[in-house]
């Protein structure tokens, strides 16, 4: 595929341009010690993804802070480890502490010179605003979870993120999805037409980590160990 030929990227934030499992595991890491759970940070991770998974899904409105505080619960329901209020809120209230990527502020700038770039999160409003401090970029919009009243994978995200695109005159089938998770993202967005770019942050690792696996197979158009080298591929264009 050639990029220069879109107009538009959107991208995933939390898995793609922000380290949410560093951020998740900085919380879990000391709640499953001070527990005395022996599980490492990527077991907790693994065990973790399924019931954000769940909470996203059956709990569509919530907002995220209220998400990760039930996610939370659900694993210490599973692995018979007590959830104070004070354990819940910790991770409630972590996600503007979440660390950028080191490549992303560069790669963003970078893209923001060829391209409009628009944000899908799965995140609220507040929370996103915090970790929009730490990428430093303008985006051309923003899509929350809190804005469609649903979260990834859900079809009515990619839908809302179609719909916004040709609000911003976009035209049909110059819209590119970048994006970390095969589960929130390239599966949807392929389903519905959408061309991908796979930022393979766990290249280097296996499992999924706190992305649960894709239910069904899925082909991105590209992929990429970073946003650094998707943006060097871009420029060497």
Not at 81 to 93: E, K, Q
Not at 122 to 144: P, Q
Not at 216 to 228: C, H, I, L
Request: charged fraction near 20%; aromatic fraction near 8%.
């Amino acid at each position: 595929m050639r990029f220069t030929e879109y107009e538009a990227l959107s991208f995933d934030c939390y898995g793609t341009l922000i380290n949410w499992e560093a951020g998740i595991a900085a919380v879990l890491g000391p709640w499953a010690r001070s527990r005395r759970l022996t599980l490492n940070d990527e077991q907790l991770l693994t065990a973790y993804s399924a019931h954000q998974a769940t909470a996203e899904a059956e709990h569509p409105t919530e907002l995220y802070p209220d998400i990760l505080a039930r996610s939370l619960r659900a694993l210490g329901d599973e692995l018979g480890a007590a959830v104070s209020d004070a354990d819940a809120a910790a991770l409630a209230t972590s996600v503007p502490v979440w660390p950028a990527f080191e490549d992303s502020h560069d790669a963003l700038a970078m893209l923001g010179t060829r391209f409009k770039l628009i944000i899908l999160s799965n995140v609220d409003r507040d929370s996103f605003a915090a970790s929009n401090t730490r990428l430093g970029v303008e985006f051309a919009s923003i899509l929350t979870a809190q804005d469609i009243g649903s979260y990834k994978p859900s079809p009515r995200n990619i839908a809302a993120l179609k719909a916004e695109a040709r609000r911003l005159d976009i035209n049909d089938g110059k819209l590119l999805h970048v994006a970390q998770s095969l589960f929130h993202d390239h599966l949807p967005a392929k389903q519905a037409g959408l061309p991908t770019v796979w930022i393979n942050r766990r290249h280097d690792r296996p499992g999924w980590g706190a992305t649960p696996a894709p239910p069904a197979d899925v082909t991105p158009d590209a992929e990429f160990p970073s946003m650094a080298a998707f943006a060097a591929a871009v420029e060497a264009e």
